[in-house]
């Protein structure tokens, strides 16, 4: 992730800041070529911005379907199945969506009809443990980089998931209410969750 010195990471303002192409650099060595984005953000930067409907019946069991083999998957977060997205057929890196039970069988038959992978697993929410073992499983991901929202980034935090945390920090502060932060959605009750410091990095451009 990239972020302010107030550990902000709203795209629009962290693309203002020294560091951004540090940002991009420093996800390439990581190496970790298949990546997880939220829906928010995917709807954003990766699909056609177009939410479908959620009144269909939700498919209600959990079930995969592989319908392109990869080396890397473009993996969007989607609890309920609403986002619309293009033709993927022949994609270098196709998409793969994560629902819960409660996406619709239209939706991943819409899915399946435009050559995208799925995973529904989860009664009302995305259970993420759940997924990341079907995920290696079943698809052979081995390594994967977070680089979603607050929401999604505070859901695998919370769920134990995450191995590493990288972050980019740009030399520059957002300071504006109400913007997204590195984590986020922990219930107030529950106590911060220790790190070890592995290691600190400069950049020419002011990043750390």
């Known amino acids: 992730m990239m972020t302010s010195v107030d550990g902000r990471i709203d795209c629009g303002m962290t693309a203002q800041l020294q560091g951004n192409n540090t940002y991009y650099s420093a996800l390439d060595e990581i190496d970790t070529p298949t990546r997880i984005s939220g829906r928010v953000t995917a709807q954003t930067e990766l699909s056609n911005g177009q939410l479908l409907s959620s009144s269909a019946s939700p498919i209600n069991k959990e079930t995969f379907?592989?319908?392109?083999?990869?080396?890397?998957?473009?993996?969007?977060?989607?609890?309920?199945?609403?986002?619309?997205?293009?033709?993927?057929?022949?994609?270098?890196?196709?998409?793969?969506?994560?629902?819960?039970?409660?996406?619709?069988?239209?939706?991943?038959?819409?899915?399946?009809?435009?050559?995208?992978?799925?995973?529904?697993?989860?009664?009302?929410?995305?259970?993420?443990?759940?997924?990341?073992?079907?995920l290696q499983n079943k698809f052979g991901v081995e390594r994967l980089a977070i680089v979603g929202g607050g929401k999604i980034n505070g859901g695998f935090l919370e769920a134990g998931l995450i191995d590493?945390?990288?972050?980019?920090?740009?030399?520059?502060?957002?300071?504006?209410?109400?913007?997204?932060?590195?984590?986020?959605?922990?219930?107030?009750?529950?106590?911060?969750?220790?790190?070890?410091?592995?290691?600190?990095?400069?950049?020419?451009?002011?990043?750390?």
């Open 164 to 208: 590493e945390i990288s972050i980019v920090i740009g030399p520059g502060a957002d300071g504006r209410v109400n913007q997204p932060s590195l984590f986020d959605g922990r219930a107030e009750n529950q106590q911060p969750i220790d790190l070890k410091l592995k290691a600190v990095r400069s950049f020419d451009d002011g990043a750390v």
């Open 65 to 134: 379907y592989q319908n392109t083999v990869a080396d890397a998957y473009e993996i969007v977060m989607d609890t309920k199945g609403r986002t619309s997205w293009g033709d993927d057929c022949g994609s270098s890196k196709p998409h793969l969506i994560i629902t819960s039970e409660q996406a619709s069988t239209d939706y991943l038959t819409d899915l399946d009809n435009k050559g995208i992978s799925w995973i529904a697993t989860g009664k009302e929410q995305i259970d993420l443990a759940r997924a990341m073992e079907i």
